[in-house]
């Protein structure tokens, strides 16, 4: 499969400089701006762009307010741009912009790129755990403890869909994304390389059929970047949605903020890495004890280190 992973997401906003807060106190790193766009990327160069909504260079919204406008997804460099799009021709009409992204709408609303990836190979180490089978993995030595985090990647986002089967189809057929797991008829975990990441993109059919952003994910180095990551977004006054907590389907420690540019965004770390021999469970039940083995609600004071509590 040719696709590495999210290049970049483009946010339609309200306001930029509320935008420009939040994503900087998330750890990104500002590479441009201007009165109209922003532009900050995670370590290995994923891009997160915000525009104002009124922008008309901004794709149509699949939902009212601030939200994801566009999706980029990167072809590795080892492959063909042109190869990956003859496939995408066969589901759905493409164009070629003038910064020779290739796009399409999926059957979401959701406007869709291709472009070589951009994205740089980055170096990073996380926390070795001492196990009851390698007690020895760390001596002499403390485990790391995070002040904030720095996001490694842009690697999953989350919608909502009332097409869960034509849209699924479209990312299968079109861009060759794989499933992971599943929710019968609610959800599917997608991801777009045969070898990675447990998903990408994970599609959720709500009951009043609802169609918009769930949440952007962003990887960090181990479970105890996730909490200083959480810590320090809550001491810059951003919300916590729940977190922390960890996934039983992906095995993911997660982390999840309200973000004033739509939906919400979550750091995570330790989700399994598959393979093309990973059969997916076809038949996970969507319920509470699936979606967490263990959450916390509205977060971890900053102060106490205990759940926050609001006065």
């Not at 021709?89 to 059957?107: H, K, L, Q, S, Y």
């Not at 909502?160 to 479209?170: K, N």
């Not at 975990?189 to 609802?210: A, I, M, S, V, Y």
């Amino acid at each position: 499969m040719a696709l590495s992973g999210i290049d970049r997401i483009t946010y339609g906003v309200a306001d930029l400089e509320e935008g420009r807060r939040f994503f900087t106190d998330w750890g990104l790193s500002e590479r441009a701006g201007d009165p109209a766009r922003l532009l900050f990327e995670t370590l290995d160069g994923g891009e997160i762009e915000l525009r104002r909504l009124d922008d008309p260079d901004l794709p149509p919204a699949f939902e009212e307010g601030p939200t994801v406008r566009e999706v980029i997804w990167g072809v590795a460099a080892t492959a063909s741009l042109e190869a990956v799009v003859e496939r995408l021709r066969a589901v759905t009409d493409v164009e070629t912009g003038a910064d020779g992204v290739v796009r399409c709408t999926d059957p979401n609303g959701l406007r869709v790129g291709l472009r070589q990836s951009r994205r740089r190979a980055v170096e990073v180490v996380g926390a070795v755990m001492n196990t009851s089978d390698n007690p020895r993995a760390r001596v002499d030595r403390r485990s790391p403890v995070y002040d904030r985090a720095q996001p490694l990647r842009i690697g999953h986002v989350v919608f909502f869909t009332p097409d869960l089967a034509e849209t699924e189809a479209f990312y299968r057929e079109g861009l060759g994304f794989r499933v992971s797991d599943r929710y019968p008829g609610r959800g599917v975990f997608l991801r777009c390389q045969p070898e990675g990441g447990h998903h990408n993109l994970f599609l959720l059919r709500t009951p009043n059929d609802r169609r918009g952003l769930n949440h952007v994910a962003f990887s960090v180095r181990d479970i105890h970047e996730v909490f200083g990551g959480g810590l320090h977004i809550g001491r810059c006054g951003w919300k916590t949605e729940i977190g922390p907590g960890r996934h039983p389907i992906s095995s993911a420690y997660f982390w999840y903020v309200r973000n004033p540019c739509g939906g919400l965004a979550e750091y995570y770390a330790d989700e399994d890495f598959l393979t093309a021999d990973w059969q997916p469970r076809e038949d996970w039940v969507q319920a509470t004890e699936n979606f967490a083995e263990w959450a916390i609600a509205g977060g971890l004071d900053a102060r106490t280190r205990r759940q926050y509590l609001p006065e």
